[in-house]
């Protein structure tokens, strides 16, 4: 960053960590962000994420004010296209929490949080998809209270940060909940775009995912250009306040 931004705060870590590190990664950001900050509701966005026009954090604080026992929210209840599947999540929750793993040294440090999270009614892989999603502050301190952002280096785990952090905020006392297609702001996908990028410049759409590879992301569903290319001619004519 060549030029300072006024309220902007960039972290680095000491070295790259990549995506197996994810975890300890964004636990060390949200205890920063509520150690250097006061603000209410944390947007957590992937790199190939995109805002597509304003209003998002209008629509994110009025969720959370008319949610509060809600303490992570975006894609849960439902993809855009039909219902979720935490399957796959499960069976590492399994895995990872057999009765042989304490025996060789591989108890992974989150069973604790499990068990409190399924004392809560928690059922093991469901998660908010880690695209993008809001969390709140307030289920941030209450994670950090119970340990839960302290992970250990040696964690023993392959769990994604998405299903971590819903667990955790389970744990922590909240719900999770839905705040994307077809009725809220989000509409995403793992791989590529749900739709076209001017489908979903034209849609209720605020905010997608995946912007770069994928489905409905390169020249051939967007009349010649990518998706990125088309969102950045849709930012240019927005006026500026």
Known sequence: MKVK????HIFRNKKPHRIKRLVHGLA????????????ELILRLDQDALIIKPGLFA???AFKNSNPSVGLFGVYGVDYNGPREFECHKRLF???TAWYRPLIGKR???ENFLRIAEGRGYKRGDNVFGGAYFVTRECLKAAIKMGALNVPWHWHSKMQEDVYFSMIAVA?????GHFAAPDGPLCMRWRGLPYPAATLANSRYKLVHS???????GPKENDGRTAREVFRDLRAKMPRR
């Open 5 to 8: 931004k006024p309220h902007w």
């Open 94 to 96: 399994d895995r990872e």
């Open 211 to 217: 912007v770069d590879k994928g489905p409905n992301t």
């Open 59 to 61: 629509e994110a604080m």
């Open 108 to 110: 992974p440090s989150w």
């Open 28 to 39: 060390f950001a949200f205890e920063e962000v509520i150690a250097r900050t006061e603000c």
């Open 172 to 176: 922590a006392g909240f719900k999770l």
